[in-house]
């Protein structure tokens, strides 16, 4: 016997809800009120999932910051982090000045 940390799999007799493969095993209990789908079916589901990387769509990135030494241009509060490096030829502002700014 060398299961080991092998999954329990349900002998079930069902069709995938998405290509109509014959299912014979499942590793968990259908529960007769949810799409059941092949292992291939839901390999692709996981791998097509938005928000969990993989490369599919655009996983919302957290914006790179700058570090920075400066003081806003309008309030003279330390500024430390930007979203975008600053050019230096231009006034930065802070991030309340800049929402006030933009309306
Ligand atoms: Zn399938
Ligand atoms: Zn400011």
């Given at each position: 016997m060398a299961f080991g940390a092998t999954r329990q799999m349900y002998d079930?007799?069902?069709t995938c809800s998405k290509c109509g493969n014959h299912i014979s095993q499942l590793p968990f209990q259908p529960s007769g009120d949810r799409p059941v789908y092949c292992s291939d079916c839901n390999r692709a589901f996981r791998q097509t999932r938005p928000g969990m990387g993989g490369g599919a769509?655009?996983?919302r990135?957290?914006?790179q910051m700058f570090d920075v030494n400066m003081t806003c241009a309008s309030c003279g509060t330390a500024i430390t982090q930007l979203p975008f490096d600053p050019k230096?030829?231009?006034?930065v502002y802070c991030r309340d000045c800049m929402k006030s700014r933009r309306g």
């Open positions: 079930v007799d069902l769509g655009a996983p990135a957290p914006r230096g030829d231009k006034p």
